[in-house]
C-alpha cells in the first residue's frame, strides 16, 4: 500500500479534531494513528518530541501545529472554499486559541488552577462567545453566508467548553451561537472526523482517513 502522509491524532482533543475536519473537506488521504495521551507511542515522540497532537508527517515535514495541518491539507485541496474569507478571520481563530483558550481550560480544569477564580474565567469566555453571537446573528457563519475556516477552527473549542456544563451554557443569552453548534454537532462531517480507531500500535495495517 501506499506510504501516505500519516496524522498522529487523539479523537477527543480539539486541535486535533479541527485538523481531522480540515482533512475531511481537502480530501486528501492520510494515514491516521489513534494514541492514547497517557501511553504516547515511541514513533510519535521520535516524530515530535513535545508530544502533543495533531502532528502530520509528509514525507521529511513535519507539522506541528493544528492550524497548520488545517493550511496544509486545504493549500492542496479547498472544494468548499474554507480559505475564502476576510483577514479578520485569523484574528477570531488567534482569540479562540488564546485568551478563550485559557478561559476555557480554567473552568474546564478548574482545579488545577486554585489560583484562578472559575467564575471570572467563564465570564471571560463568555466575552468571546457574546462576539461570535453578535456576528451569527447577522449571518449563518461567522464571516458571512458560508462556512470558512473561522468556523471551523473556532466550533471543537466552542464545542469543549459548552459541554463543561450544557445547562449553563443554555442558559444564556447565546441563541446564535447555540444554533451554529447544534448545526455542527448534528452534520455528517462531524460524525465522520469523530470515528473510534483503536491506539495505534507498531506494525499495523495503514488505516486511511477521510
Given at each position: 500500500?501506499?506510504?501516505?502522509?500519516?496524522?498522529?491524532?487523539?479523537?477527543?482533543?480539539?486541535?486535533?479534531?479541527?485538523?481531522?475536519?480540515?482533512?475531511?473537506?481537502?480530501?486528501?488521504?492520510?494515514?491516521?494513528?489513534?494514541?492514547?495521551?497517557?501511553?504516547?507511542?515511541a514513533?510519535?515522540?521520535?516524530?515530535?518530541?513535545k508530544?502533543?497532537?495533531?502532528?502530520?508527517?509528509?514525507?521529511?515535514?513535519?507539522?506541528?501545529?493544528?492550524?497548520?495541518?488545517?493550511?496544509?491539507?486545504?493549500?492542496?485541496?479547498?472544494?468548499?472554499?474554507?480559505?475564502?474569507?476576510?483577514?479578520?478571520?485569523?484574528?477570531?481563530?488567534?482569540?479562540?486559541?488564546?485568551p478563550?483558550?485559557?478561559?476555557?481550560?480554567?473552568?474546564?480544569?478548574?482545579v488545577?488552577?486554585?489560583?484562578?477564580?472559575?467564575?471570572?474565567?467563564?465570564?471571560?469566555?463568555?466575552?468571546?462567545?457574546?462576539?461570535?453571537?453578535?456576528?451569527l446573528?447577522?449571518?449563518?457563519?461567522?464571516?458571512?453566508?458560508?462556512?470558512?475556516?473561522?468556523?471551523?477552527?473556532?466550533?471543537p473549542?466552542?464545542?469543549q467548553?459548552?459541554?463543561?456544563?450544557?445547562?449553563w451554557?443554555?442558559?444564556?443569552?447565546?441563541?446564535?451561537?447555540?444554533?451554529?453548534?447544534?448545526?455542527?454537532?448534528?452534520?455528517?462531517?462531524?460524525h465522520?472526523?469523530?470515528?473510534?480507531?483503536p491506539?495505534w500500535?507498531?506494525?499495523?495495517d495503514?488505516?486511511?482517513?477521510?
Amino acid at each position: 500500500m501506499q506510504q501516505r502522509p500519516i496524522l498522529w491524532t487523539f479523537r477527543r482533543c480539539p486541535y486535533a479534531m479541527r485538523a481531522r475536519l480540515a482533512i475531511a473537506s481537502s480530501g486528501q488521504a492520510v494515514e491516521v494513528r489513534e494514541i492514547l495521551l497517557k501511553d504516547k507511542p515511541a514513533a510519535f515522540l521520535a516524530a515530535s518530541p513535545k508530544g502533543t497532537v495533531p502532528v502530520l508527517v509528509d514525507g521529511e515535514t513535519v507539522i506541528e501545529e493544528s492550524r497548520d495541518v488545517m493550511l496544509w491539507a486545504l493549500g492542496r485541496n479547498d472544494p468548499e472554499r474554507w480559505l475564502d474569507m476576510p483577514a479578520d478571520g485569523l484574528d477570531l481563530i488567534d482569540t479562540c486559541d488564546g485568551p478563550f483558550k485559557q478561559a476555557l481550560d480554567h473552568t474546564k480544569y478548574a482545579v488545577r488552577f486554585p489560583d484562578r477564580d472559575e467564575t471570572a474565567e467563564r465570564a471571560k469566555a463568555l466575552v468571546f462567545l457574546n462576539s461570535l453571537n453578535d456576528r451569527l446573528q447577522q449571518s449563518p457563519f461567522l464571516m458571512g453566508p458560508q462556512r470558512t475556516l473561522a468556523d471551523m477552527a473556532i466550533l471543537p473549542f466552542v464545542r469543549q467548553f459548552a459541554n463543561t456544563d450544557r445547562a449553563w451554557f443554555d442558559a444564556q443569552d447565546l441563541a446564535a451561537v447555540a444554533q451554529w453548534l447544534d448545526d455542527f454537532l448534528a452534520s455528517d462531517r462531524l460524525h465522520e472526523v469523530m470515528t473510534k480507531y483503536p491506539p495505534w500500535q507498531d506494525g499495523q495495517d495503514q488505516v486511511l482517513f477521510p
